[in-house]
């Protein structure tokens, strides 16, 4: 079983607000992703770490930051939330090694109104 | 263009009937990994194959990947309306001298009682 978890679960807030998703992980992975999902379309990968200190930008252009001070916790932070940023958000972990699989967290739905 | 395709886009069947998913890719893939999905969660890892002719099961759900290694099917046996969802394929497909992890669109699988 898989321990990854985000909060919260859903969040609606209005437009020009500060946000930051949270992301922890008790299996002492190096790697963690950030994903944005729209209802019923594919992953987007927007953010990645493979280590603490280390930080990239995934496939997909965001407006989020990410940091990753420690190793069990990944935030994401929008410093000024816009309608265009509603979405899923998902987190996920992987161990060492190049071929071990990702596991997720439930997810954050964010709609910014 | 896609670099990992899913067929089919959606499936309906009685619940008790068998059904296959395919994912295929364009490049040799280097890790297949299969997802399920329940509409507004995390993905659940369900399992991983790494070599040609590899199959593996997981209670009534099957997944081989083919000596070529470019492609994937998920078997189920006698579905049930729990096997209803998403289902996901994750593969490691080569970029720049390393990998890079990708996901397909998904097929979103209902299963009538």
């Known amino acids: 079983e898989a321990d990854i978890y985000q909060t919260p679960r859903y969040l609606v807030i209005g437009t020009g607000k500060k946000i930051t998703l949270e992301c922890s992980q008790t299996m002492g992975h190096d790697k963690m992703y950030w994903y944005q999902q729209d209802p019923g379309m594919e992953l987007h990968l927007i953010h990645y770490s493979y280590g603490v200190n280390s930080t990239e930008k995934g496939d997909l252009s965001s407006e989020s930051t990410v940091s990753r001070i420690r190793t069990e916790h990944f935030p994401l932070t929008l410093e000024s939330a816009r309608p265009s940023h509603t979405s899923q958000y998902l987190c996920a972990s992987s161990g060492r090694g190049v071929f071990q699989p990702q596991h997720f967290g439930d997810g954050t739905r964010l709609s910014i109104l | 263009s896609q670099e990992l395709e899913q067929s089919p886009q959606s499936l309906i069947v009685q619940e008790g009937k068998n059904l296959t998913i395919n994912c295929t890719s364009s490049?040799?893939?280097?890790?297949l990994y299969w997802y399920k999905q329940k509409y507004g969660e995390g993905l659940i890892f369900l399992m991983m194959?790494?070599?040609?002719?590899e199959e593996k099961s997981h209670e009534k759900i099957t997944a081989k990947l083919d000596e070529k290694k470019q492609q994937s099917s998920l078997h189920i046996t006698a579905s049930q309306p729990s096997h209803a969802g998403i289902y996901l394929c994750?593969?490691?497909?080569?970029?720049?001298?390393?990998?890079?992890?990708?996901f397909g669109t998904g097929t979103r699988l209902k299963v009538l009682a």
């Open positions: 994750g593969a490691l497909l080569p970029k720049s001298g390393t990998y890079k992890y990708i």
């Open positions: 194959l790494q070599k040609g002719g």
């Open positions: 490049k040799t893939l280097y890790g």
